[in-house]
């Protein structure tokens, strides 16, 4: 992973400097920035292959940040792990509907830090090798560049929507329950919600239109993508 470029986006200097010195030492290519803005334009501009960054911050705030990045498809590829001094479960959710990978509460270890940008790395690169492009009739839907089209139209999907709706096309058939559909659009270390789910799979059957119906629901299990 000597190659891998991670940007920072932090407001206090301290920290910046702290996860960057742990950071290099593992190999990695750090960039760091101190507000929204900055972090915005730097990611449109810059090759990363993942962001660190903090909710809290001046001007455009870390939610706000998060929620730009996914809903760009340029950008939406990039894992994004959330620093929050709040430790309220509100911010956290919030931040990995919109798509964030994982989360880190303010203080840290910076072997947390280092250990928790590995894995998530490890993830991307092994979900990289294992995606195909699916074609179902008019639908397309293409993991590589984060879009999902319709009848030749690209859909307004986000990023946890996305990801949730490639698994289960990925796996036509398959029954799978509510942790199973988290887990894999975000991974394992937050809270679940049944509700938070329900609500992704609402939100992808009305962006699909006729094609909504091939998301099915298994009562008492979960949902599965109709076998074709």
Same mark, same amino acid.
């Given at each position: 992973?000597?190659?891998?470029?991670?940007?920072?986006?932090?407001?206090?200097?301290?920290? !910046? +400097? %702290?996860?960057?010195?742990? %950071?290099?030492?593992? *190999?990695? +290519?750090?960039?760091?920035?101190?507000?929204? +803005?900055?972090? /915005? /334009?730097?990611? =449109?501009k810059g090759d990363f292959d993942l962001i660190?960054?903090?909710?809290? %911050? &001046? *001007?455009?705030?870390?939610?706000?940040?998060?929620?730009?990045?996914?809903?760009? &498809?340029? !950008?939406?590829?990039?894992?994004?792990i959330m620093l929050t001094a709040k430790g309220e479960e509100s911010d956290i959710v919030? *931040? /990995?509907? /919109?798509?964030? =990978?994982?989360?880190? !509460?303010? &203080?840290?270890s910076p072997r947390v830090v280092v250990a928790r940008v590995k894995a998530v790395l490890r993830s991307v690169t092994k979900r990289g090798k294992d995606e195909d492009r699916i074609r179902v009739g008019e639908l397309d839907i293409d993991p590589q560049r984060y879009l999902v089209k319709v009848n030749g139209k690209q859909l307004d999907l986000t990023s946890t929507e996305f990801k949730i709706l490639y698994f289960m096309a990925n796996r036509p058939g398959w029954v799978f329950t509510r942790n199973q559909l988290i887990d894999a659009s975000r991974g394992d270390e937050y809270v679940v919600t049944d509700r938070s789910?329900?609500?992704?799979?609402?939100?992808?059957?009305?962006?699909? *239109?006729?094609?909504?119906?091939?998301?099915? !629901?298994?009562?008492?299990?979960?949902?599965?993508?109709? +076998?074709?």
């Open positions: 992973m000597e190659d891998k470029h991670i940007l920072v986006v932090d407001d206090e200097e301290d920290i !910046t +400097e %702290l996860v960057r010195y742990n %950071l290099e030492r593992e *190999g990695f +290519e750090v960039t760091c920035v101190g507000t929204g +803005e900055k972090a /915005l /334009l730097k990611a =449109s660190i960054l903090d909710l809290m %911050l &001046p *001007g455009v705030d870390g939610l706000t940040v998060c929620k730009i990045l996914k809903n760009d &498809p340029d !950008t939406a590829p990039i894992p994004i919030k *931040g /990995l509907e /919109l798509g964030a =990978s994982d989360y880190i !509460t303010k &203080p840290f789910v329900d609500v992704h799979i609402v939100g992808i059957r009305k962006k699909l *239109g006729d094609f909504g119906d091939y998301i099915q !629901t298994v009562r008492g299990v979960g949902y599965r993508f109709m +076998e074709i």
